[in-house]
C-alpha cells in the first residue's frame, strides 16, 4: 500500500485523478491534497506521503520549486503536466516518469505498476537533481544501463552508436556506456545541443568532429581518431550543419 497526496492548482484535475486511483490503483490510498507549493510542502510535513502526485505549474510556483524547498525527498514522485516542451524534455532527460493531462487510466496503470519495482529512494533523490539542475539550462542526461542509471554530462557524449534496441555512449575520457534505449530517442533528446545523426546507425558531436573526408556519401573523423561513414542520403544536411557551425 501507498500513502500517497495529490498537489494540483486545479480541483477538477484532483477530483479526476482521485476518481481514476479509486478504480484502477487499489494499492494508494490518498490521505490529503493540496492546490499550491505552500500547501503541498505542508501536507508532506503532515502526512509523511509514500507517493507525491505533483502538478508542474502552480500559481505560486512550479512542482521543481516545491521539491527544491524540501531538506530531503524520502516519497516518490509522478509528475503531472499538460503539455509543456521544456518541461516533458526535463523529464525525459533525467528518466523520470511523467503523465500528460488529461490523465488517461492505462498511462496511470503503467505508472503506478512501475512503483512496485521502480528505483530505490536514492536513485529517484539522483533523478530528480538532474531534473532541477536542467531546469534553466539542460547540463546532464540519465542513461538507464541493465546494471542501473547512470549521469553524464551531455558536454562528455562524444557519439552515440545504434546497437539493434540499444545504444552504444562514447565519452571524451574513452569510456562506452551501454544504454538500454534505441537511438532514434537520443537523436531526438540530443540534436538541439549540436548533435547530427549522419547515418541510421550513428549519431555524432559536433563538438568532438576532426575532419570530413569527401566521398559519395563521405566519412568524419571524431578528435579520438574513429572513422564513421556518413549516409549518402544525409549528407546534403550535415554539410548545412557544417556551415551553420
Same mark, same amino acid.
Given at each position: 500500500?501507498? *500513502?500517497?497526496?495529490?498537489? #494540483? ?8 485523478? @482521485?476518481?481514476?486511483?479509486?478504480? %484502477?490503483?487499489?494499492?494508494? /490510498?490518498?490521505? &490529503? ?6 500547501? &503541498?510542502?505542508?501536507?508532506? @510535513?503532515? %502526512? *509523511? ?8 505549474? $502552480?500559481?505560486? &510556483? ?13 516519497? !516518490? ?11 516533458? /524534455? ?23 505498476? !512501475?512503483? /512496485? ?11 530528480? #537533481? ?21 549521469? +553524464? ?21 574513452? @569510456?562506452?556506456?551501454? +544504454?538500454? @534505449?534505441?537511438?532514434?530517442?537520443? #537523436? ?10 549522419? %547515418? !541510421?546507425? %550513428? ?13 559519395? &556519401?563521405?566519412?568524419?573523423? $571524431? ?13 546534403? #544536411? ?8
Amino acid at each position: 500500500m501507498f *500513502n500517497a497526496i495529490i498537489i #494540483d492548482d486545479e480541483s477538477s484535475a484532483r477530483n479526476a485523478l @482521485k476518481n481514476l486511483l479509486f478504480a %484502477h490503483c487499489s494499492a494508494i /490510498q490518498v490521505l &490529503g491534497e493540496a492546490s499550491n507549493v505552500r500547501e &503541498g510542502i505542508a501536507a508532506i @510535513k503532515e %502526512h *509523511n506521503p509514500d507517493l507525491v502526485f505533483l502538478d508542474v505549474q $502552480m500559481p505560486d &510556483g512550479t512542482g521543481f520549486d516545491l521539491l527544491k524547498q524540501l531538506p530531503k525527498v524520502t516519497f !516518490k514522485v509522478i509528475f503531472a503536466s499538460a503539455y509543456d516542451k521544456f518541461a516533458i /524534455q526535463a523529464f525525459r532527460f533525467s528518466a523520470l516518469d511523467y503523465l500528460q493531462k488529461p490523465i488517461e487510466a492505462e498511462s496511470l496503470i503503467e505508472a503506478c505498476a !512501475k512503483l /512496485q519495482s521502480e528505483d530505490p529512494i536514492s536513485e529517484l533523490r539522483q533523478k530528480l #537533481d538532474v531534473l532541477l539542475t536542467n531546469q534553466n539550462n539542460f547540463e546532464k542526461i540519465a542513461l538507464p544501463t541493465l546494471d542501473g542509471i547512470i549521469f +553524464v554530462k551531455i558536454k562528455q557524449i562524444c557519439w552515440c552508436e545504434s546497437d539493434n534496441n540499444y545504444t552504444n555512449f562514447y565519452l571524451n575520457d574513452g @569510456k562506452k556506456i551501454v +544504454v538500454s @534505449k534505441t537511438l532514434k530517442e537520443y #537523436d531526438e533528446m540530443l540534436t538541439p545541443f549540436r548533435f547530427f545523426r549522419i %547515418h !541510421k546507425s %550513428h549519431l555524432i558531436n559536433l563538438a568532438y568532429l576532426a575532419r570530413y573526408r569527401k566521398g559519395e &556519401g563521405g566519412s568524419v573523423v $571524431m578528435e579520438d581518431g574513429t572513422e564513421l561513414e556518413v549516409s549518402r542520403r544525409r549528407k546534403e #544536411d550535415f554539410m548545412q550543419a557544417l556551415q551553420r557551425g
